[in-house]
């Protein structure tokens, strides 16, 4: 959807799923406990693995803002679901029309969820 039809250029920038540094590795660590203990207990506890993979990348913007939203209060300019922020465009968010409650209870089961 297009931010302004008559001026197309105003949607030029990054992608939304722009991701300009990305580090990603795996490792596999091999338990040194019971490896060269005869019999059962060395059959069962020894020769354990941990493994582990991780991504690190930049690109998609964290918000305090930019979570779950079941209530569609604080939807993206688009009004998709997912992330719809673009890099390009300086919205501004009036929260003055709501309260703190309202604010804290759209947020659902997220950075915002308050204690049952």
């Not at 540094?21 to 406990?33: A, K, Q």
């Not at 690109?59 to 890099?87: E, H, K």
């Amino acid at each position: 959807m297009a931010q302004d039809s008559f001026n197309r250029a105003l949607d030029r920038g990054r992608s939304t799923f722009d991701r300009p540094h990305r580090f990603s590795t795996n490792f596999v660590y091999e338990l040194p406990y019971y490896r060269s203990q005869a019999g059962l207990a060395g059959h069962a506890l020894g020769g354990w693995q941990v493994s582990s993979f991780l991504t690190l990348q930049s690109g998609s913007p964290f918000s305090a803002l930019n979570g779950s939203d079941p209530a569609g209060v604080l939807a993206g300019i688009d009004g998709l679901v997912g992330n719809s922020i673009r890099p390009n465009v300086n919205t501004s968010l009036d929260l003055s029309h709501m309260s703190l409650e309202e604010i804290l209870a759209a947020g659902g089961r997220s950075l915002f969820s308050t204690l049952p």
